[in-house]
């Protein structure tokens, strides 16, 4: 105890520069909490240390600046780490778009840092001696992660919940409370450490054990829950494996499309029988497949068996003399019947439309994606799905968004499809953190995913979390599986982020009153 003592006051005592690189260090290092490595002792520690160094801005002038710029200092650190992966993104067409690898890396980064100091800031403002920060640090902390999922389209990648991949246990509470009641309680697991420098250890003892009932009732959850299968429904996904480079490239396109047709024609397994809906990953045709006769003929032959067909497809539509152009879906049912069409909602910035087009477009930035910008879709949707449960269509990022991937006037969908590209993300950190984040989806509606990645991971996701089969990055193939069944409604999908508001307010009152002593 007495090491973590003059650690305590070491870090307490640090000012100026050294005190921004300490937060920038720890930032740095908190974000390895998050997949593929998972070290979610790395962000528990990374938090006690950031209130740590808050406690020291606390004693100096001007408190409130000096929280902020170490608040901003970490959070750089945690998102340069973090999202280094989008640097692969500039890369798939370098002439045009290497020279914004550097300001992407650094801008992105340092503009999400903003919500987490303005979180340390305002804690700095009412801050107290005692268990009374604690409680401050994780409302105003949790506050800022809320934020920045929903200000300026939102953004809610890597939350503090996402340090518990290792513990798919621990991610069940986000079925009562959602990824962002689970990450206030983990930012006040780890400011609860910084107390151990003090030699007190009521505060992290009690979160601790909060833990572990939380580790107690997830483990409980996944033994005590069947999860039963949708009989008559066999599913093929298609990871066909084709470069980014090569896929609007017409010399590539007739290879490409072969390759989706061979693969959901192979074998089936035996013991699942022929499929009854194949899934193709975003934009898997590479070209309009609505304006594609030949295509949309072959598509046939799978609807006169009597097979399903989803495909994610770039659409045009003629508005007078105006063209748009949407990220769709595309659900060709069995029989013949004409396709159903769910349009992209939720668009990337910078990827499928660039802000501010007219002013960033005089500095030569342009999307990523090639053609013009493409048009939001209208929401969420509950399609049919030709002889399965009704089916939501997420397409790409759109599963990233708690409580935002169905309607919630509308009917409840049986299972969600999730169509993507992670080749844009990388061949490592991008894919497995998108993907962590739609099992949190999953555990948290309770309902299972087909997700169709064109490069990985596809998988089938039950409603648990668990993976079923999956295809990892970088390989050409299918996964066949059935579909799970739904599970009843959970308590977050009836009452979305209510909870995290109950414990926001609990946060607040015990803040109060622990400053009251």
Not at 22 to 34: H, K, P
Not at 355 to 384: E, N, Q
Not at 409 to 424: A, C, L, Q, Y
Not at 476 to 484: C, I, K, Q, T, Y
Request: with cysteine; hydrophobic share 50%.
């Amino acid at each position: 105890m007495s090491f973590l003592a003059r650690m305590g006051s070491g870090v307490r005592a640090l000012t100026g520069w050294r005190r921004l690189l300490l937060a920038f260090v720890m930032g740095a290092a908190s974000a390895t909490g998050f997949a593929p490595l998972g070290f979610f002792t790395a962000l528990l520690i990374g938090y006690g240390a950031l209130l740590l160094l808050i406690d020291g801005a606390d004693t100096t002038p001007r408190p409130v600046r000096r929280a902020f710029a170490a608040g901003w200092a970490f959070f750089f650190g945690q998102f340069l780490v973090g999202l280094h992966w989008i640097g692969f993104a500039f890369m798939v067409d370098p002439a045009a778009h290497l020279w914004q690898m550097p300001f992407a890396l650094v801008s992105l980064p340092a503009g999400l840092a903003l919500f987490g100091a303005l979180g340390c800031g305002l804690a700095a403002y009412f801050w107290q001696d005692g268990p009374a920060r604690i409680f401050v640090f994780a409302v105003l902390l949790g506050c800022a992660e809320w934020l920045r999922g929903h200000i300026f389209t939102g953004f809610p990648w890597n939350l503090s919940a996402y340090g518990w991949s290792a513990s798919l246990a621990v991610l069940q509470s986000a079925s009562l409370m959602g990824a962002y009641g689970l990450s206030f309680l983990t930012i006040l697991l780890g400011g609860s450490l910084a107390e151990l420098a003090d030699r007190r250890w009521r505060a992290p003892a009690g979160c601790a054990l909060l833990f572990v009932a939380l580790w107690g009732y997830g483990a409980w959850r996944i033994a005590a829950t069947p999860v039963t299968d949708v009989p008559g429904v066999s599913l093929r996904l298609v990871q066909p494996n084709i470069p980014q480079r090569e896929k609007y490239v017409r010399h590539f396109m007739l290879r490409n499309w072969q390759k989706l047709m061979d693969l959901s024609i192979s074998p089936a397994n035996a013991a699942l029988g022929r499929p009854t809906h194949i899934i193709w990953p975003e934009a898997a045709t590479g070209f309009p497949v609505a304006r594609a006769p030949g295509a949309l003929d072959q598509i046939s032959l799978f609807q006169a068996r009597g097979q399903t067909l989803m495909t994610g497809s770039d659409r045009i539509e003629r508005a007078g003399g105006d063209l748009s152009f949407y990220n769709s879906l595309y659900l060709f049912g069995p029989g013949g019947v004409l396709p159903v069409v769910y349009d992209k909602f939720h668009l990337v910035p910078f990827g499928e439309y660039v802000p501010f087009a007219k002013v960033l477009g005089r500095l030569g930035v342009t999307k990523l994606t090639t053609g013009g910008g493409f048009s939001s879709g209208d929401g969420p949707k509950v399609l049919a799905a030709g002889g399965a449960p009704p089916v939501t269509a997420l397409i790409c990022y759109e599963v990233i968004f708690p409580h935002a991937v169905t309607d919630p006037k509308g009917p409840r969908p049986g299972w969600f499809v999730n169509i993507t590209d992670d080749s844009w993300f990388g061949p490592w950190a991008g894919p497995r953190q998108h993907l962590l984040i739609a099992r949190t989806r999953a555990i948290e509606e309770g309902l299972p995913i087909a997700r169709a990645a064109n490069t990985g991971i596809s998988t089938v996701i039950d409603p648990l979390g668990r993976l079923h089969a999956p295809l990892t990055l970088n390989q050409s193939g299918v996964v066949d599986a059935r579909l799970p069944a739904a599970l009843p409604q959970t308590p977050y999908a009836r009452f979305g982020d209510l909870l995290f508001v109950l414990l926001l307010v609990t946060g607040a009152f015990a803040a109060f009153v622990f400053a009251r002593k």
